[in-house]
C-alpha cells in the first residue's frame, strides 16, 4: 500500500492556488467600464443609479459614486432594469458605443436581441439583476441629532432622527422616525416623536400605490399615542435626477389615546400627501425635502388635521453634515388639554449612509 505524502511546497502551491481562483473571481466581477467626460475611463461593477450619482466597486479605490451628468459612456455584460423620466422601465445589458451621451441598450431575443440607444440625460434609475451578498448596501439612509440650551431659565431641547429606503425595480421603501423634547424651568416638559414607513408599488406611467403607517406622540397637541394605518394611490409628478415630486391621496384608520383619557377612539380619516425633494451633489452636497400632508376626518365632522415638514441638509465633509428642519403639526380640534399647533426649529448634526 502507497503513502501518499503531501510536502509543504506542495502545500503552498495549493494554497496559491486557491488564492488565484479567488482573486480572478473577484477581479471578474470589476469588467462594466465607464468613460467619463474628462476623459478618463474606470474598470468597475456597477452597483446603481439613484438619485443622479452612480454608485460602483472597484479595486484600487474601494465604492465611489459619479455623478451621472460627468459620464460619457457606458458598457456592462450584466443585465439590467433601467427606468427614464416618463416611469418607462427596460431591461437589457449595456453594449459598448461610440455614441457619447447614449446607452446603448441591447435586449437578449429568441434569435439575436434588438438594441436601441436611450438618451442618458433621461435614465433616473438603473439596477443589476443580481442579487447583492449583503442587502442593508442596498439601504441608503442618514443619522442624526441635536442639543440646544439656555442658561436663562434653564430651556433645553434634545433631538434625533434616522430615516432609510430602499429602491427596487418595483417598490420604494422609506423609514423615518425623530424625537424631540424640551424642558424649561416653570413649564412643564413635552415630548414629540413619531415613526413613519410608506411603502410604494411602483406601476406604469410614474403610478403607484402607497401603504402608509405611523405612529405619534405629541404632547403639545394632547396625544399619548396616535396609530395610523392606511392605503392610497399616487403619482411622481416630476421624476429627474435631481429632483422627485409626488403626490398621494388615500384612507387611513386612526386610534388615538388622548392624554388624560383611559379610553382609545378610532376614527377614519382621508389623507392628501405632497412630497418634494431637490439634490444636488456638486460641492457642498445639498438636499431640500418638503412634506405636506392634510386629514381631513370622515367620521368627526368639520375636524381636519395637517403636517408641514420642511428641511435644507449640507455637507460639511464627507457623509457629515449640518440640517436645519422646520415642522408645524395643526389639529382645528384638538383634546381639550391640547394645542391647536405645534410647531418648531431643529438644528442638527448627521451621517449619511
Known amino acids: 500500500m502507497k ?7 506542495c502545500t503552498s502551491w495549493l494554497a496559491g492556488l486557491v488564492l488565484l481562483g479567488w482573486a480572478g473571481a473577484a477581479l471578474a466581477d470589476k469588467t462594466d467600464i465607464i468613460h467619463l467626460r474628462n476623459g478618463d475611463r ?32 457606458v458598457s456592462s455584460r450584466e ?14 445589458t449595456l453594449a459598448e458605443t461610440d455614441a457619447g451621451g447614449q446607452l446603448l441598450l441591447r435586449s437578449e431575443g429568441p434569435d439575436t436581441g434588438s438594441e436601441q440607444f436611450v438618451p442618458m440625460a433621461t435614465v433616473v434609475w438603473l439596477d443589476p439583476l443580481k442579487l447583492d451578498e449583503v442587502r442593508v448596501k442596498r439601504w ?10 439656555t442658561k436663562a431659565n434653564n430651556d433645553t431641547s434634545l433631538s434625533a432622527s434616522f430615516d432609510a429606503r430602499r429602491r427596487a425595480e418595483d417598490f420604494l421603501l422609506n423609514f423615518n422616525s425623530s424625537i424631540y423634547s424640551r424642558s424649561q424651568d416653570g413649564v412643564e416638559d413635552s415630548l414629540r416623536a413619531n415613526v413613519n414607513g410608506v411603502y410604494r408599488g411602483l406601476l406604469e406611467d410614474r403610478w403607484y400605490w402607497a401603504a402608509v403607517g405611523s405612529f405619534e406622540r405629541n404632547d403639545e397637541l394632547g ?15 416630476v421624476q429627474t435626477g435631481r429632483t422627485l415630486w409626488s403626490v398621494t391621496g388615500g384612507l387611513a384608520v386612526v386610534n388615538e ?35 405636506l400632508t392634510v386629514f381631513p376626518s370622515l367620521t368627526e365632522s368639520g375636524r ?19 440640517e436645519i428642519s422646520v415642522y408645524d403639526s ?24
Do not use: H
Open 3 to 9: 503513502t501518499i505524502r503531501v510536502t509543504r511546497s
Open 42 to 73: 474606470v474598470t468597475c461593477e456597477i452597483k446603481n443609479l439613484e438619485r443622479g450619482r452612480l454608485k460602483v466597486s472597484t479595486d484600487s479605490m474601494g465604492t465611489i459614486y459619479i455623478e451621472w451628468k460627468d459620464v460619457l459612456r
Open 79 to 92: 443585465l439590467y432594469v433601467i427606468e427614464v423620466q416618463d416611469g418607462s422601465r427596460l431591461q437589457g
Open 140 to 149: 441608503d439612509g442618514s443619522i442624526s441629532a441635536g442639543f440646544d440650551t
Open 223 to 237: 396625544i399619548d399615542l396616535r396609530s395610523l394605518g392606511g392605503a392610497g394611490y399616487g403619482r411622481f409628478l
Open 257 to 291: 389615546q388622548l392624554a388624560g383619557d383611559e379610553d382609545a377612539q378610532t376614527s377614519l380619516e382621508g389623507f392628501f400627501n405632497t412630497d418634494y425633494e431637490f439634490f444636488t451633489y456638486d460641492t457642498p452636497k445639498t438636499t431640500l425635502t418638503t412634506s
Open 304 to 322: 381636519v388635521r395637517g403636517s408641514l415638514d420642511f428641511a435644507l441638509r449640507r455637507e460639511l465633509i464627507e457623509d457629515l453634515f449640518v
Open 330 to 353: 395643526y389639529d382645528s380640534e384638538p383634546p381639550e388639554e391640547g394645542e391647536k399647533n405645534d410647531y418648531g426649529i431643529v438644528t442638527s448634526l448627521g451621517y449619511t449612509f
